[in-house]
């Protein structure tokens, strides 16, 4: 079996998303917690041995360092044929969804978070825009959740744990009451939740914590 190391810090969704992704697949890692707080990931040297783009998380593959969490999952889900599209019209399907959270709805919340929650000032203004865009990719999935139990359809995929990492971390940090503001979203992360191993990302990834401000 592959050995695994995730380089990650606890906050980040998009190392969640491999952290969970492996355990449901029957997998472990090796953590290695980085400071991305002090600024780690912006230094030259970081970047030269660890990931050139900048960024976490970085999924080590028997030494191979594989980047961007969206392909790594796909990787893993056709590795160990879970999580995956059973047939074209799915395969679709979860692209569609996947590359749609990715640009919009993580990319917009894992900024939000982060400003509101993680730094010591914020603009209020740009607090306001990012979170009537969230409000708008919100209420696109709420609706379409109404009448599915998972993003597209009856099973989970990748895709539920792409848009579910930065969705359920805990309301102080999200400034978002789901089971109030929006209940299909709620359940669905509940149904998530009941999956045999499921975890939340500070079970998965332990290490010291980015300091909170909201």
């Not at 079996?1 to 980040?12: D, G, I, N, V």
């Not at 969230?134 to 709420?142: Q, R, S």
Request: net charge neutral.
């Amino acid at each position: 079996m592959p050995a695994y190391r995730l380089h990650y810090f606890p906050e980040s969704g998009n190392s969640y998303k491999l952290a969970l992704m492996l355990t449901l697949c029957g997998e472990t890692f090796e953590g290695v917690w980085t400071d991305f707080g002090g600024g780690v990931t912006r230094t030259a040297e970081w970047r030269a041995n660890v990931n050139p783009m900048g960024e976490i998380p970085v999924l080590e593959e028997d030494g191979v360092r594989l980047t961007q969490t969206a392909p790594i999952l796909l990787k893993l889900a056709e590795q160990y044929g879970r999580f995956g599209a059973g047939n074209a019209q799915e395969q679709f399907e979860l692209l569609r969804w996947l590359f749609w959270d990715n640009h919009k709805l993580t990319g917009y919340m894992a900024t939000y978070r982060f400003q509101r929650t993680f730094m010591p000032s914020s603009n209020p203004d740009v607090l306001k825009f990012l979170r009537g865009r969230i409000d708008d990719y919100l209420g696109i999935l709420e609706r379409h959740l109404q009448d599915k139990a998972f993003v597209i359809g009856a099973r989970p995929t990748v895709t539920d744990f792409s848009m579910m990492a930065y969705l359920h971390y805990p309301s102080d940090e999200t400034g978002y009451e789901f089971a109030k503001s929006h209940p299909a979203v709620h359940a669905w992360l509940g149904r998530i939740a009941a999956l045999p191993g499921w975890k939340s990302a500070y079970d998965l990834l332990p290490g010291k914590r980015l300091k909170h401000y909201a």
